[in-house]
């Protein structure tokens, strides 16, 4: 099957050929004391349960936040999931985790909303191209962006909290956190 080759992050050349079995396993045996149902899994990672069992049987492959956020989930591993090696493609910039979250809670708030990119586009005059770069966290310094605080001293690293300057932006993200306490920063 085809698409499979989504931008990893850097080190990592592909999805492994068995990503819907590795994903099938993890789920029925999730947190080691029971199982997780396909729908509640597509539920909690925003996929239909068609999508995900397509997924799992191999009829489909994931995009990058929704593999992202079921690695997250089931406390998988790119090494899990992937393929070690070298690439002709550009590798996915890493992001820190809250900024995928951050990034996340910016698309659950436009959604909630009932917002297009298009919709977004012409309310804060930011291009849709780079609103959907935004959502999918594949910025890290933008004017769109603010860093509250770093964990070891200037280096945006896995302790970095940010937060968006433009205010429309930062209403939609803290309408759609999923941990509201994170975000009394």
């Given at each position: 099957m085809k698409m499979r080759r989504m931008r990893l992050p850097e080190g990592f050349a592909e999805l492994r050929d068995d990503l819907g079995q590795i994903i099938r396993h993890n789920r029925l045996n999730y947190q080691?004391?029971?199982?997780?149902?396909?729908?509640?899994?597509?539920?909690?990672?925003?996929?239909?349960?068609?999508?995900?069992?397509?997924?799992?049987?191999?009829?489909?492959?994931?995009?990058?936040?929704?593999?992202?956020?079921?690695?997250?989930?089931?406390?998988?591993?790119?090494?899990?999931?992937?393929?070690?090696?070298?690439?002709a493609r550009p590798s996915r910039h890493y992001a820190p985790e809250y900024l995928q979250d951050l990034c996340s809670a910016l698309r659950a708030g436009r959604l909630q909303e009932g917002l297009t990119l298009q919709d977004l586009a012409k309310k804060t005059g930011i291009s849709c191209s780079q609103l959907s770069r935004i959502e999918r966290a594949q910025i890290t310094r933008s004017r769109k962006l603010q860093v509250v605080e770093t964990g070891s001293g200037r280096q945006l690293d896995e302790y970095t909290v940010f937060r968006f300057t433009h205010p429309e932006l930062d209403r939609l993200a803290r309408m759609g956190w999923s941990r509201p306490v994170s975000m009394q920063t």
């Open positions: 080691n004391d029971g199982r997780l149902r396909q729908s509640e899994l597509a539920a909690l990672v925003g996929i239909s349960r068609e999508s995900l069992s397509r997924i799992e049987r191999g009829h489909g492959w994931p995009n990058y936040d929704t593999l992202h956020k079921i690695m997250g989930l089931l406390d998988l591993e790119w090494d899990m999931v992937a393929t070690r090696g070298k690439t």
